[in-house]
């Protein structure tokens, strides 16, 4: 689905103001500041890889290069998998500011090409990180202190239904009220995705910064999981303004566990019809090495200056989305 | 019917939703960084006007809706039915009171409109954006009276009433803008 157009320009032009490219700048300088003064290393890792993530719900494009001829590569949707073997190596805490890709994401809000800040703190769980992502959101937007509610709080208040206890049913049937249309039905995960984006996100708006964390397990992704009478997943989420900007774990460093679920995900995309992307057998390799106790968050660039800006389209602060690219 | 995906839903498509020809407004990607993603669409229901909001998973899919605009030219009205005519192939097409709506006080024999047919039928009529018009009844105009700021009731040949300057009178022709049924201009005989 091709993004909406901003209007007026030639399309050689960029559609990115020169205010917002400005704006980008700065923003990144500032970045870099506040890593350097807090002793983070900025670290730069392959575009392209041989394994690829292999979530579901994410399509990594993939190219061929003549000096690796027997491999399809993949373009990263994101660089956790490098950055955890450099930790596994000893690197301490890392940061990167690097180009992602994510197949058939393009929208208001979406770019298949973005930018992401991504970092990651031995020695810190999830709350530690977020107390770090209150610092940098101060210092880069001028936002006060997230206010903090766990998943089951915020869909508790804003649908009166507890995400972990309702039934598959009982959540298709609130979907189906708030206008979900189509022949077919949601699975339990995803029907927590439409609820939690359409019906508990847009209430965030007015908020300013609000750190959503535990997650169901099953929307664990790549974080630890907190035995319990309701499993939670170590995972936080930063919304500013009702728009979502960070996702965040405290990492899984169990290479068994990673390897099960990363099993799971390529049943799920076989059982579907999805490409299968081999594992990344070295970020297996480096689990099982030792990776640090630590937590990592990946925050959308782009769209932080989207809120920076007060801009309404992804194109608008992107040089030369993909239309035009 | 064809099948329209959720990547093909853009501004201009036209789809069935739960039973009525719609057109969409807006279309945008809903998608956590790390879950299911959906198409969500703003559009208006073709034969109700109404603006409603849908949500379908990526990937799921809906029936087009068989929705096509054609200027057709307006024939005559047989007190039931609307009927107009294709000029290119002759080809006749009748729309009831509901789809010609408000553009029955501006119709006008052998005036072009802009019907929406759905499946082959017409659901709703616009008007060409300006008419030709005669008066067939306005009161004289007093001079000198501001109070009415300075217009007068017109009933014009197709029924409409329409505000017009003082100076008009019965048997000439104007120009109305049928979007705001506002009088625009005086047409001299012969224009």
């Given at each position: 689905?091709?993004?909406?157009?901003?209007?007026?320009?030639?399309?050689?032009?960029?559609?990115?103001?020169?205010?917002?490219?400005?704006?980008?700048?700065?923003?990144?300088?500032?970045?870099?500041?506040?890593?350097?003064?807090?002793?983070?290393?900025?670290?730069?890792?392959?575009?392209?890889?041989?394994?690829?993530a292999?979530?579901?719900?994410?399509?990594?494009?993939?190219?061929?290069?003549?000096?690796?001829?027997d491999?399809?590569?993949?373009?990263?949707?994101?660089?956790?998998?490098?950055m955890?073997?450099?930790?596994?190596?000893?690197?301490?805490?890392?940061?990167?500011?690097?180009?992602?890709f994510?197949?058939?994401?393009?929208?208001?809000?979406?770019?298949?090409?973005?930018?992401?800040?991504?970092?990651?703190?031995?020695?810190?769980?999830?709350?530690?990180?977020?107390?770090?992502?209150?610092?940098?959101?101060?210092?880069?937007?001028?936002?006060?202190?997230?206010?903090?509610?766990?998943?089951?709080?915020?869909?508790?208040?804003r649908?009166?239904?507890?995400?972990?206890d309702?039934?598959?049913?009982?959540?298709?049937?609130l979907?189906?009220?708030?206008?979900?249309?189509?022949?077919?039905?949601?699975?339990?995960?995803?029907?927590?995705?439409?609820?939690?984006?359409?019906?508990v996100?847009?209430?965030l708006?007015d908020?300013?910064?609000?750190?959503?964390?535990?997650?169901?397990?099953?929307?664990?992704?790549?974080?630890?999981?907190?035995?319990?009478?309701?499993?939670?997943?170590?995972?936080?989420?930063?919304?500013?303004?009702?728009?979502?900007?960070?996702?965040?774990?405290?990492?899984?460093?169990?290479?068994?566990?990673?390897?099960?679920?990363?099993?799971?995900?390529?049943?799920?995309?076989?059982a579907?019809?999805?490409?299968?992307?081999?594992?990344?057998?070295?970020?297996?390799?480096?689990?099982?090495?030792?990776?640090?106790?630590?937590?990592?968050?990946?925050l959308?660039?782009?769209?932080?200056?989207?809120?920076?800006?007060?801009?309404?389209?992804?194109?608008?602060?992107?040089?030369?989305?993909?239309?035009?690219? | 019917?064809?099948?329209?995906?959720?990547?093909?839903?853009r501004?201009?498509?036209?789809?069935?939703?739960?039973?009525?020809?719609?057109?969409?407004?807006?279309?945008?990607?809903?998608?956590?960084?790390?879950?299911?993603?959906?198409?969500?669409?703003?559009?208006?229901?073709?034969?109700?006007?109404?603006?409603?909001?849908?949500?379908?998973?990526?990937?799921?899919?809906?029936?087009?809706?068989?929705?096509?605009?054609?200027d057709?030219?307006?024939?005559?009205?047989?007190?039931?039915?609307?009927?107009?005519?294709?000029?290119?192939?002759?080809?006749?097409?009748?729309?009831?009171?509901?789809?010609?709506?408000?553009?029955?006080?501006?119709?006008?024999?052998?005036?072009?409109?802009?019907?929406?047919?759905?499946?082959?039928?017409?659901?709703?009529?616009?008007?060409?954006?300006?008419?030709?018009?005669?008066?067939?009844?306005?009161?004289?105009?007093?001079?000198?009276?501001?109070?009415?700021?300075?217009?007068?009731?017109?009933?014009?040949?197709?029924?409409?009433?329409?505000?017009?300057?003082?100076?008009?009178?019965?048997?000439?022709?104007?120009?109305?803008?049928?979007?705001?049924?506002?009088?625009?201009?005086?047409?001299?005989?012969?224009?």
């Amino acid at each position: 689905m091709a993004p909406a157009p901003v209007p007026g320009g030639p399309d050689w032009a960029p559609s990115a103001s020169l205010e917002h490219i400005r704006l980008r700048a700065r923003l990144l300088q500032e970045i870099r500041r506040f890593f350097a003064d807090r002793g983070v290393l900025e670290v730069d890792t392959p575009l392209l890889s041989q394994g690829a993530a292999l979530d579901p719900h994410i399509e990594s494009l993939v190219t061929r290069c003549g000096a690796l001829a027997d491999h399809a590569l993949y373009l990263q949707t994101s660089p956790e998998f490098a950055m955890k073997r450099l930790l596994a190596a000893g690197s301490g805490p890392i940061y990167q500011i690097c180009k992602a890709f994510r197949d058939g994401e393009a929208g208001r809000w979406h770019n298949p090409e973005f930018t992401l800040l991504e970092w990651y703190r031995p020695g810190f769980d999830h709350h530690r990180l977020m107390d770090e992502m209150d610092a940098l959101m101060g210092t880069l937007l001028g936002t006060s202190p997230a206010l903090r509610m766990s998943y089951r709080e915020a869909f508790a208040g804003r649908l009166g239904v507890d995400p972990f206890d309702a039934t598959a049913g009982e959540l298709l049937g609130l979907a189906r009220t708030m206008g979900l249309s189509g022949g077919t039905d949601l699975e339990r995960d995803a029907c927590l995705d439409f609820l939690f984006s359409l019906g508990v996100q847009p209430g965030l708006a007015d908020r300013g910064a609000v750190l959503i964390h535990d997650f169901p397990a099953s929307q664990a992704a790549l974080a630890r999981i907190r035995a319990g009478a309701s499993p939670v997943a170590e995972r936080f989420e930063l919304f500013v303004g009702g728009v979502e900007l960070a996702n965040g774990y405290h990492e899984l460093a169990d290479a068994g566990e990673q390897r099960s679920r990363f099993e799971a995900e390529l049943a799920r995309r076989r059982a579907r019809g999805l490409a299968v992307p081999p594992v990344d057998e070295r970020l297996l390799a480096a689990l099982a090495h030792g990776l640090p106790d630590c937590a990592g968050v990946a925050l959308g660039v782009d769209r932080l200056i989207m809120v920076a800006a007060g801009a309404g389209h992804i194109d608008g602060v992107i040089a030369f989305p993909l239309a035009r690219a | 019917m064809a099948s329209i995906g959720t990547n093909e839903m853009r501004v201009g498509v036209k789809i069935m939703v739960e039973g009525d020809p719609c057109v969409i407004l807006d279309s945008d990607l809903v998608k956590p960084g790390k879950g299911q993603a959906f198409t969500r669409i703003k559009f208006r229901n073709i034969k109700t006007g109404r603006v409603l909001e849908r949500t379908y998973k990526s990937g799921d899919s809906t029936e087009a809706a068989d929705v096509l605009d054609m200027d057709l030219q307006y024939l005559y009205a047989d007190g039931q039915f609307w009927h107009f005519m294709d000029p290119s192939s002759y080809e006749q097409h009748a729309a009831d009171a509901n789809a010609v709506g408000d553009a029955a006080k501006w119709l006008k024999e052998q005036d072009m409109c802009t019907a929406t047919l759905w499946n082959g039928t017409p659901i709703s009529v616009t008007p060409p954006n300006f008419v030709i018009l005669k008066v067939t009844t306005t009161d004289p105009g007093v001079r000198g009276d501001t109070a009415s700021g300075g217009t007068k009731p017109a009933t014009l040949e197709t029924g409409a009433v329409v505000k017009v300057p003082l100076f008009l009178e019965q048997g000439e022709t104007i120009k109305v803008d049928t979007r705001t049924g506002e009088y625009v201009s005086r047409v001299k005989d012969g224009d």
